[in-house]
């Protein structure tokens, strides 16, 4: 592996690392909650990483297989995309123990495909649709940490709305 697709996978591997306290220190009632003022909810975060995830490193890096299906389903995917709006409504959305599970599935599939992925493929230009700020197959996959980070902000931010400490 090169080191730059080593500092790529690592920078995942932190911004996941980050996240996932956050996200478990939601009990699975409060996974829906959209506090007063607030437009998101822990599902719709969980699931919209998930979602980009597999688009940013999967689709865009390898391209898309007919059994990605089972990791993250198409009708799951469509729920979680940019333009998407939270609804507070659980009856919308997988539960949060399968959201949690779709998020894992990802995670666990983009670090071995990518463990060996070839370094002179990392320049090339995504497999599938085009990114504002990803030009090349090692920016989606780096651009992917970025976003985490930036999501683990708004997880953040959605437990100090709901009265709870920030976490450190």
């Not at 002179?120 to 970025?146: F, I």
Request: overall charge negative; glycine content about 6%; aromatic content about 8%.
């Amino acid at each position: 592996m090169s080191q730059r697709l080593r500092d790529a996978l690592d920078s995942l591997r932190f911004a996941r690392a980050y996240s996932l306290p956050l996200i478990d220190s939601f009990a699975p009632d409060e996974w829906f909650t959209m506090p007063p003022g607030g437009v998101t909810h822990l599902a719709w975060q969980v699931g919209h990483l998930a979602m980009a995830q597999y688009r940013m490193c999967i689709e865009r890096v390898r391209g898309v297989r007919p059994e990605d299906a089972e990791l993250i389903a198409p009708d799951v995917l469509a729920l979680f995309v940019r333009e998407s709006v939270p609804d507070p409504d659980p009856g919308r959305y997988p539960n949060p123990a399968e959201l949690r599970a779709v998020l894992d599935r990802v995670n666990e599939r983009v670090l071995a495909d990518l463990a060996d992925w070839p370094d002179a493929d990392l320049d090339g230009p995504p497999a599938m649709t085009s990114h504002k700020y990803a030009k090349t197959k090692l920016e989606c996959v780096r651009w992917c940490a970025a976003h985490e980070m930036l999501h683990a902000g708004q997880i953040g931010l959605l437990r100090r709305m709901l009265g709870r400490p920030a976490l450190w």
